[in-house]
């Protein structure tokens, strides 16, 4: 059900909802989040290959002002024990203490702390808490109304992307096989509460 949503020609249909908030939504407004579909997805370098796994959501503030995008916050919390990436082995090496020290640090959290409009999306400031230490990062995001959502708003996905070296989190192991960037991809899916 998630890849179907967002399969490219989807994604090139979508709309950025700045534009298009009216009256109603002049001030800001609280989303609650669908747990099931929501996820971070990251992209890593084995060698040469590029590899991919998730982190499912497992709490989320969204509080959205489409018409002053700066009034707007957002906090993830994701589960760390809970993630996956690729196969059996590559899971759990990344939830192993040389890495994410998922026994000691189930969870994980951003909590933005500035959203600027950048044409049509937004550049987000704020604090990112992976393995028990806070960096602070700099994400850009957007607004996606799928094709089958209501035109009202009240159903929206909100797309964030960012990257990360995973060093200066101290999940240092394995360097000799898995590159130290990181590229993050979220999907929250929103529904106005």
Not at 6 to 21: D, E, G, I, Q
Not at 116 to 132: F, K, P
């Amino acid at each position: 059900m998630y890849t179907k949503v967002f399969r490219p020609s989807f994604v090139v249909a979508a709309v950025w909802l700045c534009s298009l908030a009216s009256s109603v939504l002049a001030e800001p407004q609280r989303y609650s989040v669908d747990q099931n579909a929501s996820r971070v997805s990251f992209f890593f370098e084995i060698g040469d290959q590029r590899s991919k796994g998730f982190f499912p959501v497992s709490n989320a503030d969204v509080i959205l002002d489409l018409d002053m995008l700066s009034k707007s916050s957002v906090t993830v919390d994701l589960s760390v024990e809970h993630a996956r990436a690729g196969d059996l082995f590559s899971t759990s090496a990344m939830k192993s203490q040389e890495v994410l020290d998922a026994a000691r640090f189930p969870s994980a959290k951003f909590v933005s702390r500035q959203v600027v409009q950048r044409g049509q999306g937004a550049d987000i400031r704020g604090d990112l808490t992976l393995r028990g230490v806070t960096r602070p990062v700099k994400v850009s995001a957007r607004l996606i109304r799928t094709p089958d959502a209501p035109k009202d708003n009240s159903k929206l996905v909100l797309e964030i992307s960012g990257r990360l070296k995973r060093s200066d989190f101290g999940a240092t192991g394995y360097a000799n096989f898995v590159g130290d960037d990181i590229s993050l991809k979220f999907f929250i899916w929103l529904t106005r509460a």
